[in-house]
């Protein structure tokens, strides 16, 4: 996978004026926003998505197959449905997500599914069971991926390699590999509300999650994933040293075995 | 469950502390300087950067045809097990948030001072004189002041750990992943998480 990240002006824009092919249909998904459990929704992902769409479709005049998402993750279920509608409407090689990170991992794990030419009922469910299932197809499909996050949480998930798809009966997120070839990031700061911890907890009312992470929350988060990183480079170096010592130890038992016994 | 073998273009070491490094400077400046900074614009921007270059980071073990298996970023490893089940008011980077302080003080319980958590540790304070202490202070201090919710605050209930450390087995059956040494890691993590 070949990863592009624009982070100009306008870089949706740019992209869409550059890249996209008019003659064929886009699949186009984005968030939808719902109403947390105090009534609050997020008003600056759906301004963001609104305008998106006004230039997707719009402005550039792109033919597109819409598929809205509204949960926090998503599921085997609506990434096969959104494989379907796009089947339906023939846009199987253009996909742009466009929203927070549920939207963007479901249009990754949508362009997975649809490179692959997986034809079979329900792939994202059957993949999610076994990951080779219709990945053995060695002619894959070029698809053209365009992400376009509007919140921290997209930005992190569109760099990614996997998605992640909640199994409902196992209550677990599940990753599942991104396989398309290239993939476009297009972030235009202009565009982005990055949402600041005092008007976060303000909208958290009670201390919880509630409504997106503050940046100060992606940046912690982004520390918790350096850390990590930082300790599994510790125990690959561990792992170096102790293949090392094997190889040395072997080394020397095949060097005394070649010393004549008296 | 069995593993993907599809995904190959994982980061070599060389790029992943370079990546490191670049994270480490943007999240620094992000978390140093306060909202209403003068420079918004250089805030806004090192705040993408370390979202971009932090998603690169996660591993979510893959195997490659070449390199062997890989373990996954333990993030991912707590999220996947944890999050829909016993933190669901809490987001992703929210939960990863909460097990920043928690993550360190592993490392530091661990005597993990490897180059690239001494480099981390001196990019993030500021100090060239750094060690993992003086990170895991930053750390608190830095968590405090961003009000961000403790794991406790995102659970529902009480959850019991025993029971939280037996569902992070299961996951790891679910996948045919196996954690390894991370395990350990991840009970600490955990431990002191919760009691915050």
Not at chain 1, 57 to 83: F, M, W
Request: with cysteine; aromatic share 6%.
């Amino acid at each position: 996978m070949s990863l592009k990240v624009l982070t100009t002006k306008k870089a949706l824009q740019t992209h869409l004026q550059t890249a996209i092919n008019k003659s064929y249909p886009v699949l186009l998904i984005t968030s939808e926003p719902a109403q947390d459990e105090f009534g609050l929704s997020n008003k600056a992902v759906e301004t963001f998505v609104n305008f998106s769409k006004f230039t997707i479709g719009v402005q550039y005049g792109l033919k597109n197959i819409h598929v809205k998402h509204t949960s926090a993750y998503p599921t085997a279920r609506c990434v096969d449905e959104a494989v379907a509608m796009a089947k339906r409407g023939g846009a199987t090689t253009q996909i742009i997500g466009v929203g927070s990170g549920a939207a963007i991992d479901c249009a990754k794990a949508v362009s997975s599914i649809l490179s692959t030419g997986d034809n079979s009922d329900n792939p994202c469910h059957k993949q999610l069971r076994n990951p080779q299932h219709g990945r053995l197809n060695k002619d894959m499909t070029d698809v053209e991926l365009v992400l376009a996050p509007s919140t921290l949480a997209g930005i992190m998930a569109s760099s990614s390699t996997s998605s992640l798809i909640l199994d409902p009966h196992e209550e677990a997120l599940i990753p599942l590999s991104c396989t398309s070839k290239i993939t476009t990031v297009a972030v235009d700061s202009d565009q982005l509300t990055l949402q600041e911890a005092a008007s976060a907890i303000e909208k958290r009312r009670d201390g919880r999650g509630g409504i997106g992470a503050s940046v100060q929350e992606a940046a912690l988060a982004a520390l918790t994933i350096c850390i990590d990183a930082a300790i599994h480079s510790a125990m690959n170096e561990d792992l170096e040293n102790s293949v090392r010592s094997i190889v040395c130890w072997s080394t020397v038992f095949n060097f005394s075995t070649l010393i004549p016994s008296d | 469950m069995q593993k993907s073998d599809i995904y190959s273009s994982h980061l070599s070491g060389h790029d992943a502390d370079i990546i490191l490094d670049v994270t480490a400077n943007s999240l620094a400046h992000v978390l140093q300087t306060s909202n209403n900074c003068d420079d918004r614009i250089l805030w806004k921007s090192h705040a993408v950067n370390a979202a971009i270059h932090s998603g690169q980071l996660l591993r979510y073990g893959e195997i490659t045809d070449s390199q062997g298996v890989f373990t996954r970023s333990m993030p991912v490893a707590l999220s996947s097990a944890l999050l829909p089940k016993y933190f669901p008011h809490g987001n992703l980077l929210t939960f990863w948030a909460a097990l920043c302080c928690g993550m360190c003080k592993a490392a530091l319980d661990n005597k993990r001072t490897t180059p690239a958590l001494t480099r981390l540790s001196r990019i993030i304070t500021g100090n060239i004189n750094a060690s993992c202490d003086d990170l895991y202070e930053w750390t608190e201090r830095k968590f405090l002041e961003s009000n961000a919710p403790t794991l406790a605050a995102l659970t529902e209930g009480t959850p019991d750990i025993k029971e939280i450390l037996n569902e992070l087995n299961a996951n790891q059956s679910l996948f045919g992943i196996d954690d390894g040494p991370l395990a350990f890691y991840m009970e600490e993590i955990l431990h002191h998480s919760l009691n915050k």
